[in-house]
């Protein structure tokens, strides 16, 4: 059982360019969870999507950022017009469906960006 | 909302040695504590979990203690070895809602052989 997919592994953009993060959640999991880390910090949530919607995006910056989640395929976040204060680690977390382990978030290798 | 501390930042021990990682939380309805482990360049790893249920609990060299009134929980490892060395994230979350959970800003531990 595979765990959670993360590509690329290392992303370089120039300021002003797009960057495209994509997430796998493991098999069965429905609910993913982005977040952000910088460097000698803990873990800012960002979005928490299910299979085409989106749940809680409380932690997203108003501007540039977007997330999704289609039906078929990955979750993708999608930061327009980098700067290089979006320079971080991205990571996404998925869970499973089922009661109280809904509660447990299992992580990928993470995304770095790095914006020049 | 949910607001953690973490200390301590950093921590240096002799292989061997005991380490003791302590949060506080500030939402009395969180119910469900976990801990991570993050290696570099790698992504958070589930370690060991509590729910609020639960006083205490312990798998082999790791172990982690909740006090709901204080509102603080521990990570102990006991006989820490050199691959101990990483960053541990504790945080706290609540069974409903979106189960977001609130991070620590992590502690690094340093294990000397």
């Known amino acids: 059982n595979a765990g959670v997919m993360q590509n690329p592994r290392h992303l370089v953009r120039r300021r002003g360019q797009e960057a495209r993060l994509r997430c796998s959640p493991m098999k069965g999991h429905s609910h993913v969870y982005w977040y952000r880390q910088l460097p000698e910090e803990g873990l800012k949530f960002m979005v928490y999507?299910?299979?085409?919607?989106?749940?809680?995006e409380s932690g997203m910056p108003k501007e540039r950022f977007s997330a999704e989640f289609p039906k078929e395929g990955p979750s993708i976040l999608r930061i327009q017009q980098v700067v290089r204060g979006d320079s971080a680690a991205y990571f996404c977390?998925?869970?499973?469906?089922?009661?109280?382990?809904?509660?447990?978030?299992?992580f990928g290798a993470g995304t770095r960006l790095s914006v020049l | 909302g949910e607001n953690v501390e973490q200390h301590p930042s950093t921590l240096s021990v002799q292989e061997g040695d005991s380490a003791v990682i302590k949060c506080t939380y500030s939402d009395s309805a969180s119910n469900y504590f976990p801990w991570y482990k993050q290696e570099l360049g790698k992504g958070p790893q589930l370690i060991i979990d509590?729910?609020?249920?639960?006083g205490e609990k312990k798998d082999q060299r790791i172990a982690v203690t909740l006090n709901k009134t204080a509102k603080h929980f521990s990570l102990h490892i006991t006989e820490t070895q050199p691959e101990d060395s990483a960053v541990y994230f504790c945080?706290?979350?609540?069974?409903?809602?979106?189960?977001?959970?609130?991070f620590g800003r992590g502690t690094s531990l340093i294990v000397h052989p």
């Open positions: 999507l299910q299979k085409e919607n989106i749940i809680d």
């Open positions: 977390a998925s869970s499973p469906d089922l009661g109280l382990a809904k509660n447990i978030q299992y």
């Open positions: 945080a706290a979350s609540r069974s409903g809602g979106s189960y977001i959970p609130t």
């Open positions: 509590i729910r609020s249920n639960v």
